[in-house]
């Protein structure tokens, strides 16, 4: 027997929102990596590499010591990973600091304090310093850098390299949510809204950032997009809407999102029972690990 839509479906706000903030913070951590390994500049052959990578680098240094911030950078990542030269982690480090603190007339570049960030928090060329890396991240994402935001946004959060900051964290979330690819960054901001941490409490504003993160094809956002849709919360209903959401939250690989479109289906919620539909939506769901979805393939 399947159970009434308001028996089942999660609120954002309630039932799992700082489950899955905690768990979304635990993915940005693991997603960041060494400079050394991670990062790399335009080349300029179609296959990612210099047609001279000595010359090219000759040119970086020529143009570094006129004092042109973005070709200290250039340099910087050339001499992280050995290209055009032996590597050497330590003047690449020095090169980013130069481009980041930007002593000339050239202004700095937000791509040298973000490496000189992964740089220091990492021990790249030199030794840990999460306060410092903290620092430079939070110039990297004043100046637009995404990544430099997503990262910053962490550290306030769990209180790397300084104290808890929530309405950092907040407010750095969002600077990446509104020039994020991912959309993780929105779902992760959405949820502090939703949840009042950092600030108050906006579902309106928090559904906005999770249907924006679901636009980005982030699963979790178009998760808790569907159930702020379903639950009326910040003045959101729309079921058929809320049927797509749930959708791409499932196709996303989102366990939680094929239950729901499951639940949505059996019941006529938003369109058309389908109890075949359902069925192979729950299946799905309890091959991912949602206990609710294996009894309710039993009810059909």
């Not at 480090?93 to 990492?122: K, P, Q, V, W």
């Not at 935001?149 to 979330?173: H, I, N």
């Not at 020039?179 to 009042?196: A, F, I, Q, R, T």
């Not at 910040?234 to 809407?241: A, C, E, F, R």
């Amino acid at each position: 027997m399947i159970k009434p839509m308001s028996a089942l479906y999660p609120t954002a706000a309630l039932a799992r929102g700082l489950l899955i903030l905690r768990r979304y913070a635990a993915c940005l951590a693991l997603a960041m990596v060494p400079l050394s390994s991670a990062h790399a500049q335009s080349k300029d052959l179609p296959d990612g590499s210099y047609a001279d990578p000595v010359k090219a680098r000759a040119d970086q240094k020529r143009s570094c010591e006129q004092g042109y911030p973005a070709s200290c950078t250039g340099l910087a990542i050339m001499l992280a990973n050995g290209e055009g030269g032996p590597k050497d982690l330590a003047g690449a480090r020095s090169l980013f600091r130069r481009a980041c603190e930007g002593n000339s007339g050239y202004g700095t570049t937000s791509d040298g304090c973000h490496n000189l960030g992964i740089m220091l928090e990492y021990g790249e060329g030199g030794g840990v310093d999460l306060a410092e890396a903290r620092r430079f991240y939070s110039y990297a994402c004043s100046g637009g850098t995404t990544q430099a935001c997503s990262r910053v946004g962490l550290m306030f959060y769990r209180g790397e390299g300084g104290p808890v900051d929530l309405p950092a964290a907040r407010g750095s979330w969002w600077r990446a949510c509104q020039s994020s690819g991912d959309g993780k960054e929105c779902n992760l901001y959405g949820l502090m809204v939703v949840n009042g941490l950092g600030g108050e409490v906006n579902p309106a504003e928090a559904g906005r950032a999770f249907e924006r993160g679901c636009e980005l094809k982030d699963g979790g956002s178009c998760n808790q997009f569907g159930s702020m849709l379903v639950n009326r919360e910040g003045g959101l209903l729309d079921l058929p809407k809320a049927r797509q959401a749930y959708s791409g939250a499932c196709q996303l690989g989102i366990a939680e999102g094929c239950n729901n479109l499951g639940i949505m289906l059996a019941n006529g919620h938003g369109g058309a029972v389908d109890l075949p539909g359902a069925r192979s939506l729950f299946r799905r769901a309890c091959d991912g690990g949602v206990a609710n979805a294996c009894e309710a393939v039993k009810g059909l």
